[in-house]
């Protein structure tokens, strides 16, 4: 976990970096102009690419400093493709809440939203104590597996 939140340090200069170029390109002049949607998508394949090449090559920046390291079942490299259905499986991660939040009837605060993904953020990672290698689900649908990627003392 501390690998992915760190991760996420790192994803802010690629959304910015990402975000900063749509904007200029697409002469966006506010963060509510009518094209949010396209930004959002947008992102989701900028974020795509970042997590599909990286871990196709078997890290990103921060499995790097953590020494971790992507394989599939077998323990090689991960394809394109495998990596790319991992990516989409990762967004298990922040769907569901993202999904509730957009059905209730009513508007939701900045705190009630923190609340609601952090929620389930931590059931969807206790929820890998009942695989029976302990590794998260959208892994073991993915056919992937995270692991310890440090130098094999002599």
Do not use: N
Request: glycine fraction near 8%; charge should be positive.
């Amino acid at each position: 976990m501390a690998c992915w939140l760190y991760e996420g340090l790192l994803l802010f200069a690629v959304v910015f970096v990402a975000g900063w170029l749509f904007s200029t390109l697409g002469q966006m002049r506010d963060a509510m102009d009518a094209r949010r949607p396209l930004l959002q998508a947008f992102l989701f394949v900028v974020f795509g690419i970042y997590f599909t090449v990286f871990w196709s090559r078997g890290q990103t920046l921060a499995m790097k400093t953590w020494r971790l390291r992507m394989v599939d079942r077998s323990g090689r490299p991960l394809t394109q493709g495998r990596a790319l259905v991992r990516y989409l499986l990762g967004w298990i991660w922040f769907l569901p809440p993202l999904a509730a939040i957009h059905a209730l009837p009513f508007k939701v605060s900045g705190g009630e939203v923190l609340v609601l993904m952090t929620g389930w953020v931590a059931i969807w990672a206790l929820l890998a104590r009942f695989h029976p290698q302990q590794q998260f689900w959208h892994d073991a649908w993915a056919g992937t597996r995270i692991v310890d990627a440090s130098p094999i003392p002599r």
